[in-house]
C-alpha cells in the first residue's frame, strides 16, 4: 500500500504509474476520486473536532451552572443537535474512509527510476546471458515427451484424479524433484546466509491482503473453510514469509532478514486463458524454493541484487544456460517496485522461460502488513523494505535438467551437482 499522504501531494506521479502500468484509472477510482474524498475526510475530521471541542466547554458550563443552581436547559437542548450531528458526520466519515480505504488497497507500487517503460514484455531489456544454448545432433524432444516416454511423468493418471493441469512424479521423476528440492535448500541455508523455514500452506485473507494478493487476486487463488472462517492455499512461500512479523517492530542490528522455504503452491490460473496447457510449465500445483529478505531502505536496492545472484548460482551449478531481464513497468507484479525474471533455456520448446522472479517490494508489503523496524534505540519507528525471489521453481528446473541433458536414446544424465542426492545416480533411462 502506498503511503496517503504522497498519494495527495503526489497526484501525477500515481496517475502516470497507472499509465505506465497499463491500468484503468476509471476503474480503480469506481469509489470516487481519492484527492476529493481526502479532502472531504478531513474536512468532515477538522467538523467533529470542532463539535467535540465545543461539547467539552459546553459540559464544563453546564456543571459549572449545575453547581450555581443556575438553568441550563437551552444549553443541554443545544448539545442534543450537537451530539446528533456528530453522529451524522461519523457515519459519513466511515464510509468516505472505507472507499478511500479500498482505492489505496487498488493502487500498485510506483516503479523505480531504473525500470523502463513499456507496456507488456516486448519493453522487458535483457541484462546479461550467462551459458550457451547446447546443439543437439537431433531433434530435442519437449519434456512433455520426454518425461512420460522415460516413466518418470504421468499425465494421463493426473487429469484421471484431478484434472488438468496436474502431473504424477514417478520413480526417478520423484527422486529427481526431491533431488532437486534438498540441493536449493542446502544452497542457500549453507552458503548463502538464508535461514530455512516451514511455514502453514494455508493463510488468512487479512495475510493475504498484507502481501497484496487481496483483494485484486482473488479469482487466481484456492479458497476452503475452516470451521466459521476461509482461508486460502498458498499461491506461493512468499505469503507466509513476508507475513512471519506482521505488526512486529524490529530492531535494525537484526536486518537483513534472508528466509527460505520449500512449499506446494496452488493457483487456479484463472488468467491464463488456455495458454501452455501442456506439461508442467503452469500447473494449479507445483513446488518452489522461494527466497525472502526484509530490509532497510538503504539496503534493499543491494539486496535484490544478491537475491537475484542466489538464484542465478542454482542455474550455474546445473550447467543450465540462462538469461536475467529486467522487467518493464507493464510487465511486472501489482506490488513490486522492480522486478528482474531469470529466464532459463528450454531446447525441446527453444525458448527461453521464466524460472525465478526476484522482486522489491519496497514498502508496499510492510505498510499492508505493519512491519516496522527502530533504526536506533529512540528513533521513531519506520516500515521495512520487503523482497522475494524464486531460488527456483523447482518443476520449471526439473524441465531444464530435461530437456538440455537430454541423449539421442531417450535418457536424461543427471548433472554433477544432483548426483550426491541421488546416490551417485548418473542418468535415467527408458
Known amino acids: 500500500m502506498l503511503d496517503l499522504r504522497w498519494v495527495v501531494d503526489n497526484r501525477e506521479r500515481v496517475l502516470e504509474t497507472l499509465r505506465q502500468r497499463g491500468l484503468d484509472a476509471e476503474q480503480i477510482f469506481a469509489q470516487g476520486d481519492p484527492w476529493d474524498l481526502d479532502a472531504e475526510r478531513r474536512r468532515l475530521l477538522q467538523r467533529v473536532e470542532q463539535l467535540r471541542h465545543r461539547q467539552r466547554v459546553a459540559g464544563e458550563e453546564i456543571a459549572r451552572r449545575g453547581k450555581a443552581r443556575e438553568d441550563a436547559s437551552e444549553l443541554k437542548a443545544e448539545m442534543k443537535g450537537v451530539a446528533d450531528e ?13 472507499r478511500l480505504e479500498q482505492i489505496m488497497l487498488l493502487l500498485p507500487n510506483v516503479p523505480a527510476p531504473s525500470v523502463p517503460v513499456g507496456a507488456d514484455a516486448s519493453g522487458n531489456v535483457e541484462v546479461r546471458r550467462v551459458g550457451e544454448p547446447k546443439r543437439f545432433e537431433f531433434t530435442p524432444q519437449a519434456h512433455w515427451d520426454l518425461g512420460p516416454a522415460l516413466g518418470i511423468l504421468d499425465f494421463d493418471r493426473a487429469a484421471k484424479i484431478s484434472g488438468a493441469r496436474f502431473a504424477v512424479y514417478s520413480g526417478a521423476g520423484a527422486r529427481l524433484e526431491r533431488a532437486l528440492i534438498q540441493f536449493m535448500l542446502d544452497l542457500h541455508t ?5 535461514r530455512e523455514m516451514i511455514p502453514p500452506y494455508l493463510v488468512t485473507g487479512e495475510t493475504l491482503l498484507g502481501t497484496g494478493q487481496l483483494p485484486k487476486f482473488e479469482a487466481d487463488l484456492f479458497k476452503t473453510r475452516a470451521g466459521d472462517k476461509d482461508l486460502y492455499l498458498i499461491p506461493t512461500a512468499e505469503v507466509p514469509l ?12 537484526d536486518l537483513p532478514r534472508r528466509y527460505v522455504a520449500f512449499t506446494p503452491c496452488f493457483r487456479s490460473e484463472a488468467g491464463s486463458y488456455g495458454k501452455d496447457v501442456r506439461g508442467l510449465i503452469r500447473q494449479h500445483q507445483f513446488h ?7 530490509t532497510t531502505p538503504e539496503t534493499s536496492a543491494a539486496e535484490l541484487e544478491s537475491m537475484v545472484s542466489d538464484a542465478e548460482e542454482v542455474l550455474k551449478r546445473l550447467g543450465l544456460p540462462y538469461r536475467v531481464v529486467l522487467l518493464c513497468t507493464g510487465d511486472m507484479g501489482f506490488w513490486s517496485a522492480k522486478t528482474y525474471d531469470i529466464e532459463v533455456w528450454l531446447p525441446g520448446q527453444q525458448l527461453y522461460r521464466e524460472i525465478s522472479s526476484c522482486s522489491s517490494c519496497t514498502d508496499y508489503q510492510s505498510r499492508r502488513s505493519s512491519i516496522r523496524y527502530r533504526p536506533g534505540p529512540k528513533d521513531k519507528p519506520r516500515f521495512v523494505h520487503t523482497l522475494n525471489g524464486s531460488g527456483l521453481a523447482v518443476g520449471r528446473t526439473f524441465i531444464a535438467v530435461l530437456e538440455n541433458y537430454q541423449q539421442p536414446d531417450g535418457s536424461v544424465v543427471i548433472p554433477e551437482a544432483l548426483r550426491p542426492y541421488m546416490d551417485g545416480v548418473e542418468r535415467i533411462t527408458r
Open 288 to 294: 518452489k524454493v522461494e527466497l525472502v529478505k526484509l
Open 242 to 253: 513476508t507475513a512471519l512479523h506482521r505488526d512486529e517492530i524490529l530492531e535494525a542490528g
Open 190 to 194: 549453507k552458503e548463502r546466509g538464508y
Open 86 to 98: 456528530i453522529k451524522e458526520l461519523d457515519v459519513k466519515l466511515q464510509d468516505v474512509q472505507a
